[in-house]
């Protein structure tokens, strides 16, 4: 069935990268459970290549829900974060500025149209700039997306 708009695909992850420090550590440090996390020294398989694959670091991460929409929005992604993390602010600050750790969010679309636009309002990337010292976009471009 042909639609007359393109969809996208999104979803947005907060991390925090330590090549010392475990997410166990971490999860006590913010009082907060992650979504999703690993040791350095772990292995786990490759879903694409079925090679094994041993983790080169500690993460631990926090996502949103995946949505779609019709629209290149990641508002209610960075707000779900922000209500999670707002009460970990101070601590977060305190984290960015040592070097054992590495505040990371990391946003990934997954778009049916060649051509789209990425846009954060300055009270998004205050927020973002406040808990983090990276930001990754990740773009994929496919053919279609299922609803």
């Known amino acids: 069935m042909q639609r007359d708009y393109f969809l ?3 979803y947005c ?4 990268v ?9 999860s006590q440090k913010l009082g907060l459970f992650p979504d999703k996390s690993f040791n350095k ?9 079925g090679s094994i ?10 996502n949103s829900s995946t ?7 990641f508002s209610p992604h960075i707000k779900h ?8 602010i101070q601590i977060l600050k ?3 500025k040592d070097s054992e750790y590495e505040l990371i969010f990391s946003f990934w679309i997954e778009t049916d149209n060649a051509g789209i636009g990425i846009d954060l309002s300055e009270e998004e990337v205050s927020f973002i700039n406040s808990c983090s010292n990276r930001v990754h976009f990740s773009l994929l471009t496919t053919d279609e997306i299922n609803e």
């Open 13 to 16: 992850q907060f991390g925090i």
């Open 41 to 49: 020294g772990e292995e786990s398989v490759s879903r694409h290549s």
């Open 53 to 62: 694959l041993t983790k080169p670091h500690n993460l631990w991460a926090i």
């Open 94 to 96: 305190d984290l960015k």
């Open 8 to 10: 996208n695909k999104a």
């Open 67 to 73: 949505l779609v929409s019709e629209k290149e929005n």
């Open 81 to 88: 974060l922000q209500s999670v993390l707002e009460a970990k």
């Open 18 to 26: 330590s090549n010392t420090i475990s997410p166990n550590n971490i």
